[in-house]
């Protein structure tokens, strides 16, 4: 059995190595070795980095669940396509500017939108309701 998870889990995967090779070119680009030292090219980076690290798996351990609790594949590719957009779309905004961004706002808003509905599948599974 494979779960569709797995397939988000690696497209996520290198989005993630993708951030780790920005924080850890700027470090050098920057001989910042430890924490950020005030520089704001590197402290975007390290948010944009540490932000993916604390959404994303959180939400693929939902999506297991999901997958595991028999929600259909395409309400898991619907989910993990939104999440796959999401956090492009949030890496988007954050790469041209600290300050608030449409794009950014949308990655963030969808972000939430698919944390949310996961949980509410989950917890109207728990209740008894079918989705």
């Not at 669940?65 to 028999?70: K, M, S």
Request: aromatic fraction near 12%; charge should be positive.
């Amino acid at each position: 059995m494979v779960l569709i998870t797995a397939l988000y889990a690696a497209i996520l995967v290198v989005i993630y190595l993708y951030l780790s090779f920005n924080v850890s070119q700027t470090r050098l680009s920057k001989k910042i070795t430890l924490g950020t030292g005030g520089d704001d090219e590197l402290k975007r980076a390290v948010r944009m980095h540490g932000n993916f690290a604390e959404y994303v798996p959180l939400i693929l351990i939902l999506f297991i669940i999901l997958e595991l609790n028999g929600t259909s594949d395409k309400m898991i590719h619907i989910l993990g396509t939104i999440l796959v957009i999401a956090r492009l779309l949030h890496l988007w905004g954050m790469s041209i500017t600290a300050d608030s961004s449409k794009p950014r706002f949308w990655g963030t808003l969808l972000t939430w939108l698919v944390m949310g509905g996961c949980a509410s599948f989950i917890l109207m599974n728990f209740a008894g309701y079918v989705y």
